[in-house]
């Protein structure tokens, strides 16, 4: 006798958070947050400074404890995705005086490919020279990053996130202090992205280029203050709400 | 010849493993910002140094370097605590910790008699490569002869095992110990342990610390953790070469400075130089020098 066919389910959510809760010494950042990314959608995670952005990504990726609540990753905990998941930190959180190469930094993106004990393979090294071709920056692959512009630092981190060939990206502020040539670049790369089907949840404090850039939205301060679709959910309302103050989006826009 | 064997060689070998030990791991540091943690773990150590020295009742490596690494690590612990619960910036929650467990040190150094013996606080403080004689010496045979080798002082072997344990370390941590000084949390999201790797620094620190402690002594480690580094830092831009740079610095200041301490006395109708003096004025110097010969990149540095 033959089983019945399974009714086929909805695809998994590519990021799942329930009730997400974090505290930094004492004091509660974020309150319950919970939000749900289908697979193959551009997310921006929207607030004013101390919304609790990076907390949010950061707590999402485990770097920092959570105080209560669940992440799924693709339907999995953390332990089980992480080879899926990519993140590109804030551009300030390293020392760019560090003394690396352009390719050096994109070619960390291929280490868990390599694994732990053994240098870089030559084919390895070509796949992290391609990830650099594809933000704009293969004729800079051995300028050291000290000397590169603050745009193409951020296209070096893009390129790192990408060599992972993650499906999840998750991005803090990937267009911070970037100049028009990077941040055409950049755009580019995520437009390429979701066309691909991956997923990109991004903290973007532009609100003139978001509701272009993204088409979901997580407006944050503290708590979920709305979420959804960027047509239906980035309202002059919601925005005052988390911003605390009118915001002129006609102005803005 | 015999002469420089028996008085001059071990020192001299000694000097120089102390600083190449040092001065690789000092890469790390002083990448990461942290050379002043170094400096701390330098002088933490000594509690567990002389109560090592205490409980075997002689100067044999391994009780002295396992209270060491010990006390390097409950100082690293201690550090985070007292940052954490007094809210102070880690440069002062060091300047707390590092004091007073050196202090203790020099403390249990009269309590635990080992002052009578041959720990005092001379040479916790400057060292004593000039009693590292080896008498058994008579010519370059002596090199290949087991027996004659048998009889090198000890802390010669310690240098030399912990010199190559850093090496093996650095050689095959290579690109994992880069990305975590360079992306702590990069790395952890992908897997690379970066708290695992951090203590690995720092026991690789508290290792080559209490490796260099005969050599130079606790307060001049410092320079031999840092100056290596930085004379690397200021003449090249590639992680590779830092580390060959600061090599070659580390050498020039240990086997330099010791050269020097010998040589430059009669010169001065002086009876003698002490050796850690020399080897710490040495690497001040090939830091100043090396300050002059790269004029473009510590000006960039500084504007920058």
Known sequence: MRAPDPVPLPPEPALAVHGLSVAYGGTTVLRDVSWEVRPGTLAAVIGPNGAGKSTFLKAVLGLIPRLSGEVRLFGRPLAEARRRVAYLPQRASVDWDFPLTALQVAAQGRYPHVGWFRPLPRHERDRALAALAEVGLADLADRRIGALSGGQQQRVFLARALALEAELMLMDEPFAGVDAASEAAILAVLRRLARDGRTVIAVHHDLATAPATFSEVLLLNGRVIAAGPMATTFTAEALAETYGAPIPLAAAA | ?304
């Not at chain 2, 150590?45 to 209270?67: D, E, K, Y």
């Not at chain 2, 190559?164 to 990305?179: D, F, P, S, T």
């Not at chain 2, 290596?228 to 070469?241: E, F, K, N, Q």
Request: overall charge negative; glycine content about 10%.
């Open chain 2, 1 to 304: 010849m015999t002469t420089f064997l028996q008085l001059d060689f071990v020192p001299l070998a000694a000097a120089t493993l102390a600083c190449l030990a040092c001065g690789l791991i000092g890469n790390l540091l002083l990448l990461t910002r942290q050379s002043l943690l170094g400096d701390a773990i330098s002088h933490a150590v000594l509690p567990g140094l002389v109560l090592g020295f205490w409980v075997s009742g002689s100067r044999a490596p391994l009780p002295m370097v396992a209270g060491a690494v010990i006390a390097a690590v409950l100082a690293s612990g201690a550090i985070d605590l007292v940052r954490r619960t007094a809210r102070l910036e880690t440069g002062a929650a060091m300047g707390v910790v590092f004091s007073a467990m050196f202090a203790l040190g020099l403390v249990l150094i009269e309590l635990t008699g080992a002052a009578s013996v041959d720990l005092d606080i001379d040479c916790v403080l400057a060292g004593q490569l000039e009693t590292l004689i080896w008498p058994a010496a008579e010519d370059l045979q002596s090199l290949f002869d087991p027996r004659a080798l048998a009889s090198l002082p000890p802390e010669l072997w310690t240098l030399l095992v912990v010199f190559a344990i850093v090496l093996g370390v650095l050689a095959l941590l290579w690109k994992e110990l880069r990305l975590v000084a360079f992306d702590p949390d990069f790395a952890a999201t992908i897997g690379f342990a970066p708290r695992t790797l951090g203590l690995l620094v720092l026991l690789l620190t508290a290792l080559a610390t209490v490796a260099a402690f005969w050599a130079v002594g606790t307060i001049l480690v410092i320079a031999a953790l840092v100056a290596p580094a930085a004379v690397a830092r200021l003449l090249t831009d590639r992680y590779g070469v830092q580390f060959a740079l600061s090599a070659a610095a580390a050498v020039a200041m240990g086997a330099g400075g010791y050269g020097a301490s010998v040589l430059l006395p009669p010169h001065f109708g002086l009876g003698g130089l002490n050796a850690a003096g020399t080897i710490a004025v040495t690497a001040g110097g090939l830091v100043a020098a090396a300050a002059i010969l790269a004029p473009s990149r510590s000006a960039a540095r500084v504007s920058a």
